[in-house]
Structures are given as structure tokens and as C-alpha cells.
């Protein structure tokens, strides 16, 4: 069953891949900038005549932009709604969507607020520092299952010897350099307080405020050990 924080987010999150702003696509899909603000935010639900000039914008099914299933190209008839069919893989898809979720909000506010910033140099630090991380979690899991080998992983030793690892490391060093440097090509880089984050990206922000207080947390509870 669809929600209107399914849709809302759902709404909000195909925007940002896109990366657009919300005037540009209001416009494109003709109505208000506040209307579809309002949409995003989940404080008003749309009209079928919208949801299908923002499926056809999109180019994503209804189902998916309800929130009905993971699926792009979604289905007519969502599988859980027929009795005696259920979709193991349907599920799996649900469950790592919902996994995912916080780190994808989390990282499209980052990359948004990077933005700002109008530095490239930056820009392509960070990128290369998050995609050396996921490139480690998929060469880590792909070690448990030799047999299934994407064929592409060939620094087998230098991964088993840690420079992997190191390689993280410099990727972090080169975006922390590149922060330095815009700052100091600039008196102040005037980054959102936490209010106004709340304000321009309040589907994000609660995703980002829960990974913050966990990191927190753990790290908290390692130095206390």
C-alpha cells in the first residue's frame, strides 16, 4: 500500500538524480515550485493527472513512484496484492531499498551541499573517496564467493596486503586537502546550520541526523573501551 512518504521521498530522490533543482522541474512538469514542494515534503498529495506527468518525466512506473515496489519498470498487478504469490526476490529488492535508504539520502544531501561549494577539485575528491570505499565492500564480499567473480578484480595481493585499505586512506587525505584549499580561497564557506538543512532537505535530513548520532555513538564507545 502506498504512503504519502513513500511517495514523497520517492518524488524528492528522482529529482535529485537527476540533479535538478525543484524550480526547473516544477516547471517542466507544470505546476508551482511550492506546489511540488509541498508534494516532495509530503504535505499535500498529488492528483492522477500528476502522478502520470511524473511518471512519464521520470520515466518510471506508477508502482514505483507509489511506492508499491522497488521496480522501475514496476508491474500492473504488485505480486504481494495476489493471494498465494509472494516474490522472495521482491522482498530481498524491498528489504535492501530500505537498508540503503539512509545512505542514499545521506549521500545525495553531502554531494548537494559539495555543490555549493563550486569547486571541482572537491567535487571529485569526495567521489573518488566514497566509490575506493565501495569498491572495497564489493571486492570484500566478492572474496566469499570465488566461483561468482566479476572477473574485473585483479590486485588480489595488493588488497590482501592492505593497500586497499591504504588507498582509502589517501583518497581521505586528497579530500580533506581539497577542503582546505577551497577554504582558503574563500573568508567563510557558509555551509547550512542545522535548521536550515532541516528546512531544504527534510527528507534527507532525518536519515542524516540518525547516521551522525550512530557514528557518534560507536565511536564514542570505542574510545570509552
Request: proline letters at 4%; aromatic letters at 8%; glycine letters at 4%.
Given at each position: 500500500m502506498m504512503t504519502n512518504q513513500d511517495f514523497s521521498h520517492t518524488l524528492s530522490a528522482l529529482r535529485k538524480e537527476r540533479g535538478i533543482s525543484q524550480r526547473t522541474a516544477a516547471d517542466e512538469l507544470g505546476i508551482s515550485q511550492a506546489l511540488l514542494s509541498h508534494y516532495e515534503n509530503g504535505i499535500?498529495?498529488?492528483?492522477?493527472a500528476?502522478?502520470?506527468?511524473?511518471?512519464?518525466?521520470?520515466?518510471?512506473?506508477?508502482?514505483y513512484l507509489l511506492g508499491r515496489t522497488t521496480e522501475r519498470e514496476g508491474s500492473a498487478v504488485h505480486p504481494a496484492a495476489?493471494?498465494?504469490?509472494?516474490?522472495?526476490?521482491?522482498?530481498?529488492?524491498?528489504?535492501?531499498?530500505?537498508?540503503?535508504r539512509p545512505v542514499i539520502h545521506a549521500v545525495s544531501l553531502?554531494?548537494?551541499?559539495?555543490?555549493?561549494?563550486?569547486?571541482?577539485?572537491v567535487l571529485s575528491a569526495a567521489a573518488r573517496y566514497l566509490s575506493t570505499a565501495?569498491?572495497?565492500?564489493?571486492?570484500?564480499?566478492?572474496?566469499?564467493?570465488?566461483?561468482?567473480?566479476?572477473?574485473?578484480f585483479s590486485a588480489d595481493d595488493a588488497i590482501s596486503s592492505g593497500l586497499g585499505d591504504a588507498e582509502l586512506q589517501l583518497s581521505r587525505g586528497r579530500y580533506l586537502l581539497s577542503l582546505r584549499d577551497c577554504a582558503r580561497e574563500r573568508t567563510k564557506l557558509t555551509l547550512p546550520n542545522r535548521e536550515t538543512l532541516r528546512r531544504e532537505f527534510p527528507a534527507a535530513y532525518p536519515y542524516v541526523s540518525d547516521i551522525v548520532r550512530d557514528?557518534?555513538?560507536?565511536?564514542?564507545?570505542?574510545?570509552?573501551?
Open positions: 499535500r498529495e498529488p492528483g492522477l500528476f502522478v502520470i506527468r511524473a511518471c512519464d518525466y521520470y520515466r518510471v512506473s506508477a508502482d495476489v493471494p498465494g504469490v509472494r516474490s522472495s526476490r521482491q522482498r530481498q529488492r524491498r528489504e535492501a531499498t530500505e537498508a540503503a553531502l554531494f548537494d551541499l559539495l555543490a555549493r561549494l563550486e569547486d571541482t577539485a565501495v569498491y572495497l565492500l564489493l571486492r570484500q564480499l566478492y572474496q566469499w564467493d570465488p566461483a561468482a567473480s566479476l572477473g574485473q557514528t557518534e555513538e560507536r565511536i564514542s564507545s570505542r574510545m570509552e573501551e
